[in-house]
């Protein structure tokens, strides 16, 4: 069994500067052993160790079934991300994972799933939508919101364009502020709700992004008559460990690395926006 203290070495594959401070980490892990054995569902992460550095807790955003690289979307913020994001292909660092609970996918086949995501939010989503694509006859309708402060803040511009060109697809983007050029919507991610239609008894949705976002984002839906029990959450926090032993994650008694990053909605109703928690 693996020792859940210690990392595993991966390689950098391959390095993708996404945006400015956002960038793509395609790893593979140098024991074949532990890269045939490696599993996991969307939405759970891991913990990426940098030696000398320290360690950060990042989301997967590759396809459970692509065993070829595991890849992480970071953006450089802090002492360990502007660390990672000086690192090169054949550099190597620490995995340990995964972790956490993922999107529940199986309870979302035969229905329209909504996905709505503010920010570098999208990242735990991403998974979700390349599994969905890789297996669309599982699925109906597939609506992709996603909002930035900033237009240039979108990162994968020409994966969007791919995936509104899918079968039942609506993919609708927002920008807060708009640069030259910007096409889309200019406003908060809450607006889109206007351009689409939701089928509440048809519908699940997966949220990422800000608190206020998501908050608004629920308002939205219970509007439209989505039911509590129908909205997932993936829920960021300071996570320090990644297997609830440090408490930096907690949001009241649930850890967010252990017991989520996903959590149905009514498992976080009393306490999203709650200030201490």
């Known amino acids: 069994m693996q020792n859940p203290y210690l990392p595993r070495e991966a390689e950098i594959v391959e390095r993708v500067q996404e945006a400015p401070t956002i960038f793509t980490l395609k790893l593979r892990f140098t024991d074949p052993v532990a890269q045939g054995a490696y599993g996991y569902v969307p939405g759970q992460f891991n913990m990426i160790y940098l030696y000398g550095i320290g360690e950060v807790a990042i989301s997967i955003v590759s396809d459970p079934d692509e ?18 994001s000086r690192l090169q292909p054949g550099d190597r660092i620490g995995v340990r994972g995964p972790y956490g609970r993922g999107w529940p996918l199986l309870e979302a086949q035969g229905k329209d799933v909504a996905l709505i995501t503010g920010g570098l939010g999208c990242a735990p ?13 599982r699925f109906r309708r597939l609506l992709i919101m996603q909002g930035v402060k900033r237009s240039d803040d ?39 709700f206007d351009r689409t239609h939701i089928d509440p008894g048809q519908t699940i949705v997966f949220l990422c992004g800000p608190e206020p976002m998501m908050r608004a984002s629920i308002y939205e839906l219970g509007q439209r008559g989505v039911a509590d029990g129908n909205i997932w959450l993936s829920m960021e926090r300071n996570m320090h460990c990644g297997i609830g032993h440090c408490g930096h994650c907690m949001i009241g008694a649930p850890f967010v690395c252990r017991n989520g990053p996903v959590f149905p909605y009514p498992e976080l109703k009393a306490l999203l926006g709650k200030k201490g928690f």
């Open 67 to 84: 065993t070829e690289t595991l890849d992480h979307t970071i953006r450089a913020v802090g002492r360990v991300t502007r660390a990672l």
């Open 125 to 137: 989503l991403v998974s979700v939508i390349r599994y969905i694509v890789a297996r669309r006859e």
């Open 154 to 192: 979108l990162i994968w511009h020409e994966q969007y364009q791919r995936w509104r060109e899918l079968p039942d697809t609506q993919v609708l983007l927002a920008a807060e502020v708009a640069e030259p050029g910007w096409t889309w919507h200019q406003g908060l991610v809450t607006a889109l």
